[in-house]
């Protein structure tokens, strides 16, 4: 059998096991479903339900398989691995999750309602839930319940099984017109009812099945399936279960609130535009510093009169504006910082959208103790058991540099990756190893003196394949300082230290050949020897008072994952505007060809604020 066919295969065992199938029914392949099949029908004298079948909160019927089964779409049952629908209905017996046996919505299908009318709060593309499709269903399920409680006021889902399993009733003719002609029966036509209400509530209940995982997906994808199970059964509330899947260690509930702060603000105030041909100095007075202040004001950065002085009120606003962007908070209203002043509103939301998906999503929310790296916010954070150890600030790949084509994408050849990884191996005393693009770098350098190279700690090797290798010796002046940690990855990058260590003071860290360079490193490596039970927590000042490298491979590989997340929380309730460093949100919103009047440009002044300014062109790793 192919693979894609096994799961398929396997639906189709538990619905024969589950579904106790009888004579009168059908069940067809995935590739070729027939609507269900019913027999001979009972007499209008069929049972009412009994005390044994009172209306429960769960579907009762065997029948819930069979039309469950033909309201899955085609290709939920192709492919090697299980779909999560099919797989939630396979778990459950092949029952409704949020259909009773009188075919009503149940609470969990309420609840999930009110929280799907609630997405925009979250940023959530609401298209891929289909929630128009999904309120036409069950407008049609309000629909045919109506007809069937018109034929069988006592309606519940089983009285179905016991009028298909009846015996066939006579047919009535009349010879009078001849052949014979097949008069409907009362129970037959109850019967037509509860198939169209079976066939409506089973449309109603995958369309709100995939819904809830598709929900469950967007908000943490990796959820447990036991929790979720326990939500689509009613164990657990459906609202509080979503709510526990809201990322709990990266300030989302700050990026809700700016989120919906910045969305209103976009509805219903137009940004005060702020030019300003030249820096303003202190006690300058005009229309232009107004306008500034308007602006600070709609923020929420100044609470003062519009005056129209820069005074020091004014001043001191500015600065927290420049700490909320990651500029050097000087005061000063140079070209990055006013062109932060003349972003939209909308484009502000639209980042803080990019930033609460990118946490959701956060690879790192499936491990207790990892390290994650965010490449615009130029910060490393060290998590254990859930909560945050250590914050080292970094430097990253510069976004000068030629485009290079790898793996069928292009990307700047000096910027940092996104990736997902593990630190296995911990280098003291490292080599640096040079690449061939940054020897070419420091031929130029080395130029105009002969003894550069030898100056500077490198020597010059032949690799037993013959090919020429330069590296760097332990020392001060290696660049890769007195620590280096590696990881799987196929960019050749890892975490080092750096004799540069007047970097870190810059509010923009961007200067490296795509590796990252680690403020204190020593300490994060003594915290992960010290977390690993290894004695190099100890050890380590001994072993660097030397010159031999050492590798000292963890016991229990840490977690890594670098991301890229253009706004984060403060850690006062506020956020900062990291911003797009690598123009990949500029990126990805044109190949979308989700850019709205004007937004273009917007995303244009973003890029430009960040590239602009001084960059360092050390020629260091």
Not at 51 to 62: D, I, K, V, Y
Not at 437 to 443: D, F, H, K, S
Not at 548 to 568: A, D, H, T
Not at 598 to 604: A, D, I, Y
């Amino acid at each position: 059998m192919s693979p894609k066919n096994i799961f398929a295969a396997i639906i189709m065992i538990s619905m024969i096991t589950v579904c106790r199938t009888s004579p009168a029914q059908t069940v067809s392949s995935p590739n070729d479903r027939q609507p269900v099949r019913t027999g001979p029908v009972a007499s209008a004298s069929a049972e009412r339900a009994g005390p044994e079948n009172e209306a429960t909160e769960r579907g009762l019927s065997r029948l819930w398989c069979s039309y469950l089964w033909q309201s899955l779409p085609t290709e939920n049952l192709k492919g090697p691995n299980p779909d999560p629908v099919s797989e939630a209905y396979l778990a459950n017996d092949w029952k409704p999750f949020f259909i009773d046996s009188r075919f009503e919505l149940n609470q969990a299908a309420k609840d999930l309602l009110s929280r799907l009318g609630t997405l925009e709060k979250d940023a959530i593309d609401s298209g891929p839930f289909k929630l128009d499709k999904l309120s036409q269903s069950i407008g049609e399920l309000h629909q045919s319940r109506s007809g069937l409680k018109a034929a069988d006021p006592g309606y519940i889902d089983i009285r179905a099984d016991s009028l298909m399993d009846a015996p066939q009733s006579a047919t009535s003719t009349d010879r009078s017109m001849g052949p014979a002609a097949p008069k409907m029966t009362n129970s037959e036509a109850i019967l037509q009812e509860y198939q169209k209400v079976f066939r409506s509530a089973a449309d109603a209940d995958v369309r709100l099945t995939t819904a809830f995982l598709l929900l469950a997906m967007e908000m943490d994808p990796y959820f447990q399936k036991e929790e979720a199970q326990k939500a689509l059964l009613g164990e657990v509330p459906v609202s509080k279960f979503f709510k526990e899947l809201e990322p709990k260690t990266f300030g989302y509930e700050a990026l809700l609130s700016a989120y919906g702060r910045y969305k209103k603000l976009a509805a219903s105030d137009a940004p005060q535009r702020v030019a300003i041909s030249s820096k303003p100095r202190y006690g300058e007075s005009g229309n232009h510093i107004r306008d500034l202040q308007k602006r600070l004001q709609q923020e929420g950065f100044y609470s003062g009169n519009f005056t129209g002085t820069y005074d020091s009120v004014t001043q001191g606003a500015v600065k927290e504006f420049q700490k909320a962007h990651l500029l050097d908070p000087d005061g000063v209203l140079g070209q990055q910082t006013v062109q932060w002043l003349n972003v939209s509103f909308q484009q502000k939301a639209d980042l803080i959208a990019w930033a609460m998906k990118a946490e959701r999503q956060s690879p790192s929310r499936q491990f207790d103790r990892f390290i994650r790296i965010n490449i615009p916010r130029f910060m490393l954070e060290y998590y254990k058991e859930g909560q945050l150890r250590e914050a080292h600030r970094i430097v990253v790949g510069k976004v000068a540099g030629k485009k290079v084509k790898f793996r069928g994408k292009m990307v700047g050849e000096n910027q940092t990756p996104t990736m997902t990884s593990s630190i296995q191996q911990i280098i003291l005393n490292p080599r640096w190893y040079v690449n061939d693009r940054i020897q070419l770098e420091l031929a130029s350098q080395a130029k105009s003196d002969p003894e550069w190279f030898r100056n500077h700690g490198y020597v010059s090797m032949t690799a037993p394949s013959g090919a020429h290798r330069l590296f760097q010796s332990p020392g001060p002046k290696n660049a890769l300082g007195r620590v280096k940690f590696e990881f799987p990855n196929p960019y050749a990058v890892y975490l080092h230290d750096t004799p540069l260590k007047n970097l870190f003071a810059r509010s923009r860290r961007d200067f490296s050949h795509g590796c990252i360079r680690v403020d204190k490193a020593l300490e994060l490596a003594e915290t992960l020897f010290r977390d690993d039970g290894s004695h190099y927590a100890d050890k380590m000042q001994s072993v660097l008072e030397g010159s031999r490298q050492v590798f000292v491979k963890l016991s229990q590989p840490v977690p890594l994952s670098i991301e890229y997340i253009p706004v984060v929380a403060a850690g006062n309730g506020q956020v900062i505007f990291a911003g797009d460093l690598y123009g990949i949100l500029q990126e990805d919103t044109m190949k979308q060809s989700s850019v709205v009047g004007g937004q273009s440009s917007e995303k244009t002044v973003i890029k430009q604020s960040l590239v602009a300014g001084g960059q360092s062109l050390e020629k260091h790793k």
